[in-house]
């Protein structure tokens, strides 16, 4: 890559990744100098943190959130012959992780305010074999979960949140994943803090947390960093057969450095947002997310929803977006729609096909500026006949 190159892709880093630069590049570099660069004592820094941080008792640092999902229906011991309530509208590693514990995803609809499950579309595709229902905070709007867990409850079935965009979210005046039975966690690029890569799951369950640690080092009853701290030899045993699912101590360096900027973060990509949709009132035909009653999203991602009788489809609006210069992006998937589940089966599902066909995320990132937000609204005005 020549100089220029560099360079501009330098410049494109702050819009890539959130408020990634000098700190955290420093973190990274005392981690690798401190010779100990695998799952070891920043891991465990970070997993306090951000417990501490979400209200949860326990954090489970893994490789990724789509690993932390699967960890959280091992701990529930689900398997062949269960089912899991799943939203369709999500992105795939959501049933994908039910379809790694053998048992079956069972896809319900959503609301179109919110794009998240709500009690009565659970209950509409509920069943005697469903065991756990999986709730995703989507793009980073909060799923109303005191009414989940309280049906789920009575119900008697597991409720796990799916926060993979969740931090920095509330419920209730406190954060997403707060109280939680099982809550699982993305630091993905495109997340609001990220580690490069990496998950975690939190709960305040201490028999699970102590399962699930073991769990992501192969079953080991002793991790490594505790075999290498001992002054004495440990031989470690083998419990249960396990996974290779760590985080890096230069992953949790990084994040520990995300965490500590997490509400300035927040606060911009809620004023950018606020801004949008000031905007966006006096475009006739679109819809952006809005905040739900029951608490306040984070804005991880901006989509807003077409009328159906939008003078352009969501696809040809995506092609005017890019023509001008601007990076939309498609907006929600539907996982029933997608070859991997081709004749898996599922009910009705109006909402999350509308919201899947007639939804784009527009560009929102922390260095954005007002002039960028007006070229991006003049389009979609443009667009409406406005």
């Given at each position: 890559?020549?100089?220029?190159?560099?360079?501009?892709?330098a410049a494109r880093i702050p819009?890539?990744?959130?408020?990634?630069?000098?700190?955290?590049?420093?973190?990274?570099?005392?981690?690798?100098?401190?010779g100990w660069v695998a799952q070891?004592?920043?891991?465990?820094?970070?997993?306090?943190?951000?417990?501490?941080?979400?209200?949860?008792?326990?954090?489970?640092?893994?490789?990724?959130?789509?690993?932390?999902?699967?960890?959280?229906?091992?701990?529930?011991?689900?398997?062949?012959?269960?089912?899991?309530?799943?939203?369709?509208?999500?992105?795939?590693?959501?049933?994908?992780?039910?379809?790694?514990?053998?048992?079956?995803?069972?896809?319900?609809?959503?609301?179109?305010?919110?794009?998240?499950?709500?009690?009565?579309?659970?209950?509409?595709?509920?069943?005697?074999?469903?065991?756990?229902?999986?709730?995703?905070?989507?793009?980073?709007?909060?799923?109303?979960?005191?009414?989940?867990?309280?049906?789920?409850?009575?119900?008697?079935?597991?409720?796990?949140?799916?926060?993979?965009?969740?931090?920095?979210?509330?419920?209730?005046?406190?954060?997403?994943?707060?109280?939680?039975?099982?809550?699982?966690?993305?630091?993905?690029?495109?997340?609001?803090?990220?580690?490069?890569?990496?998950?975690?799951?939190?709960?305040?369950?201490?028999?699970?947390?102590?399962?699930?640690?073991?769990?992501?080092?192969?079953?080991?009853?002793?991790?490594?960093?505790?075999?290498?701290?001992?002054?004495?030899?440990?031989?470690?045993?083998?419990?249960?057969?396990?996974?290779?699912?760590?985080?890096?101590?230069?992953?949790?360096?990084?994040?520990?450095?995300?965490?500590?900027?997490?509400?300035?973060?927040?606060?911009?990509?809620?004023?950018?947002?606020?801004?949008?949709?000031?905007?966006?009132?006096?475009?006739?035909?679109?819809?952006?997310?809005?905040?739900?009653?029951?608490?306040?999203?984070?804005?991880?991602?901006?989509?807003?929803?077409?009328?159906?009788?939008?003078?352009?489809?969501?696809?040809?609006?995506?092609?005017?977006?890019?023509?001008?210069?601007?990076?939309?992006?498609?907006?929600i998937m539907a996982s029933h729609?997608?070859?991997?589940?081709?004749?898996?089966?599922?009910?009705?599902?109006?909402?999350?096909?509308?919201?899947?066909?007639?939804?784009?995320?527009?560009?929102?990132?922390?260095?954005?500026?007002?002039?960028?937000?007006?070229?991006?609204?003049?389009?979609?005005?443009?667009?409406?006949?406005?």
């Open positions: 890559m020549s100089a220029p190159d560099t360079a501009a892709a819009v890539m990744v959130p408020w990634l630069g000098e700190e955290e590049a420093q973190a990274a570099a005392d981690a690798v100098l401190s070891g004592p920043r891991v465990a820094e970070f997993e306090r943190a951000f417990a501490e941080r979400v209200g949860a008792e326990h954090g489970i640092a893994v490789s990724s959130c789509t690993t932390a999902l699967h960890l959280a229906l091992v701990a529930l011991d689900l398997g062949p012959g269960d089912e899991v309530v799943v939203p369709s509208l999500s992105f795939i590693a959501t049933a994908n992780a039910v379809r790694h514990v053998g048992a079956r995803p069972v896809f319900a609809d959503v609301e179109e305010a919110t794009g998240n499950l709500t009690p009565a579309t659970v209950d509409a595709v509920r069943t005697p074999r469903t065991k756990a229902v999986v709730a995703v905070h989507q793009g980073g709007v909060p799923a109303d979960v005191h009414a989940l867990r309280a049906a789920c409850a009575e119900w008697d079935v597991a409720l796990v949140e799916d926060a993979a965009c969740g931090i920095g979210a509330t419920v209730g005046g406190k954060s997403v994943g707060h109280g939680a039975l099982l809550a699982a966690w993305s630091f993905h690029p495109r997340k609001v803090i990220t580690t490069g890569e990496g998950g975690m799951v939190t709960t305040d369950d201490a028999r699970w947390a102590e399962r699930l640690r073991r769990l992501r080092e192969h079953g080991m009853n002793v991790s490594a960093a505790q075999r290498h701290a001992s002054s004495t030899p440990i031989v470690e045993s083998y419990l249960e057969v396990g996974y290779n699912y760590r985080m890096t101590d230069i992953q949790a360096a990084v994040g520990l450095v995300q965490l500590g900027r997490l509400d300035e973060i927040v606060a911009r990509r809620r004023s950018l947002a606020a801004r949008y949709a000031e905007l966006l009132a006096a475009v006739p035909g679109v819809r952006p997310v809005r905040d739900p009653a029951h608490g306040q999203g984070n804005f991880q991602s901006y989509w807003v929803l077409l009328a159906e009788d939008f003078p352009v489809g969501r696809d040809e609006l995506l092609g005017v977006l890019s023509g001008a210069g601007i990076s939309a992006r498609r907006g729609l997608e070859p991997a589940y081709e004749g898996h089966g599922a009910a009705a599902l109006p909402v999350t096909e509308r919201i899947s066909r007639d939804s784009l995320i527009l560009p929102l990132f922390h260095t954005m500026t007002a002039a960028q937000q007006d070229r991006v609204v003049a389009v979609l005005r443009e667009q409406a006949g406005g």
